[in-house]
């Protein structure tokens, strides 16, 4: 939806920040539960099952809220109702379009990529609170409040993300945006593996909040660097990839939890192996081409800059002579 509302000049910035401050509630959700759950037990005296169950009805009440207010209040695009020839296309999509949409190589990669920055999101909006509380000796509502660090960077650096990949797009094309990308997934990986190397013995939670705040400004500027490479992947299929994508980011905490987190009994070490998977996927931006929008390593407008140039530059000698 966002990406068709905005020009593919903005659409990086646009995406972003929509994103971003979306993803700002998880990190709300560590300080604000834990307020209205002692509230309830402390203030109200109700018992701690009772006060937990009672405090979920918060959030109910902010998506009815909410659902209502877009549903009546907002429109599908700038010009009115949505429909599909906005996309150039003349019917819905159906199964065969979302089968050829997964199964192109960069949209495969873009999927795993979205994986390894707003997978960690999710985990780390799981876990943070509670490695605060258990390996810091920090009381529950502050570990709360440290752990809304890690989501309160989605304030900016999503934004951030999107506006440095608009930036190198108007400067260097899809080129830009690739190097843009694969420089935030990588320093993601270096913060979280530094990250999982702080215990108590090491700098304790001072030290931890500090690589966890620059941890998570690569991984939103990451989740903003991803979309405004999405418009462009495959622009009839936008609508298909933006989902696909999307589904990466939970299918990423899916996988990084279960693979690190639940069966690894070590404090430390699910961190520094969740590192490695986030380089991992860093790396297979390197290879991500089009034919029409470039690489890492080249991009068509430069190939036509260097013809015009060598063609000026032989039309000189012949002016001369004549």
Known sequence: ???????????????ATAGGWGNLGGGLTQTIMPLIYRMLNSGFGLSLSLSWRLSMFFPAGMYVILASWIFFCSQDTTTGRFDVTMLGKTKRAGLADYVRVVTDWRVFLMIFQYSACFGAELVFNNVLATHFHDNFGVDLVSAGVLAMSFGGMNLFARSLGGIASDWANARWEMQGRLWCHFLALFFEAVFLFFFGCIDSSTGGWPVALVALVCFSICVNAAEGTSYGIVPYMIPQDLAIVSATVGAGGTLGAVIATWSFYKSIQDVLLPFKLHAVYVMFWALTVLPMRWDHLGSMWWRPGADKAASAGAASAGEAPAASAA
């Open 1 to 15: 939806w966002n990406s068709i509302m905005f020009s593919k000049s903005v659409v990086g910035t646009a995406n």
